[in-house]
């Protein structure tokens, strides 16, 4: 599959995705909770959906179940990781912070992006 079709499916994938985990940040902050705590919840959730979009729909990979999720387990904690040191960075600056959830959350669409397409599902259906 050209790497056009594949950002297209990944990016409606992430739509879907961010939807369910922006309604448990935004959720959770609503009832109180810190902002730090309800990203790390919102992307808790969507952990497992993320997983399972991007293995059969997305990249559709062709390796085993068990060996793809032990490869995007760390590529999903490096995509946080970038998440949060944006997120936590832009709340030091004092940013609004549901639009630094967003621009955070651009920053772990990147880095997921590659780190799913170069490591985690490069075997997959062309």
């Not at 909770?33 to 497992?48: D, E, H, K, Q, T």
């Not at 949060?84 to 600056?93: D, S």
């Not at 004092?94 to 590659?114: D, E, H, K, S, T």
Request: hydrophobic letters at 60%.
């Amino acid at each position: 599959m050209r790497l056009s079709a594949l950002l297209a499916k990944f990016s409606i994938a992430g739509v879907v995705n961010s939807l369910v985990g922006y309604a448990v940040i935004f959720g959770c902050m609503k009832l109180g909770v810190g902002p730090i705590l309800s990203n790390v919840l919102g992307y808790g959730v969507g952990f497992v959906t993320s997983f399972l979009q991007s293995r059969h729909w997305v990249f559709r990979s062709t390796d085993h179940v068990v060996a793809d999720a032990l490869r995007f387990a760390p590529a999903f904690l490096l995509a946080f990781a970038a998440n949060f040191l944006v997120l936590a960075g832009l709340l030091e600056l004092r940013a609004n912070p549901y639009l630094a959830q967003v621009i955070a959350g651009l920053v772990f669409m990147a880095v997921g992006f590659a780190a799913n397409y170069f490591y985690v599902f490069r075997r997959r259906r062309e």
